[in-house]
């Protein structure tokens, strides 16, 4: 466990509901059209800038479009299109990995629950999670990435290290209509508000906030 200071429920409650009426229009930011898409853009994501994956995927997406194009692609093929990615050799074997599943196990079509997702080659709960709210519409948990790591501690939401258990303390905190898009909420305010030097002077919960490991804030 970190140390900090955790929020009662009822301040963690109150806390992430300012924010997700603050940002309640925060959206998914990784550009994709089809499921398929989705779940490469996914496998591209761990550990890469957002930025990064949405300038690489227009070409990757207009050239592969099926579990099967991508299925009978070799590394190299893909590497063309993914090469200033990180871990990009990964990447693509995992992503061809997945694709042959989805297109031997699931006749081509990406499977719309948590366990099926989790069992493809580079797909965590996170991004599982993210699947199947973007795609499908199917809420089941709160992706937690780093932005969520990173700001969960701070704003005393979880004193968790790892992110599958702290998304469990923020599915007790979270209000369930806001599942959808607190990961993007939480992104959205750590990049305009809650950065590395944060601008409390101007953040929505700044009363509430116990500021976590802040040495110094604007
Ligand atoms: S900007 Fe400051 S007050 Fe607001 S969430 Fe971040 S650390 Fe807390």
Known sequence: MLKGKLLSPNKAKELTTILCEHYKDAKYYLN????IDLVVAGI???????????ASTP???AKYKTAKDYAEAGVEDLMKYI??????????RNIIMAMKLISEKYNGKVPNSMEELVELPGIGRKTANTILI??????????????GIKLSYRLGLSMQKDPEDMEQDLMKIVDKKYWHNFAYVIKTHGKQICQTVPICSKCPVNAICPKNGVAKQL
Not at 32 to 35: D, G, H, L
Request: positive net charge; charged residues 20%.
């Open 134 to 147: 973007n795609a499908y519409g199917i809420v089941e948990g709160i992706p937690v990435d780093t932005w």
């Open 44 to 54: 591209l994501s761990a550990q890469t800038r957002d930025e990064a994956v949405n």
């Open 59 to 61: 070409k990757l997406f």
């Open 83 to 92: 090469s200033r990615i990180s871990f990009a050799g990964n990447k693509a």
């Open 32 to 35: 994709f059209k089809t499921p």
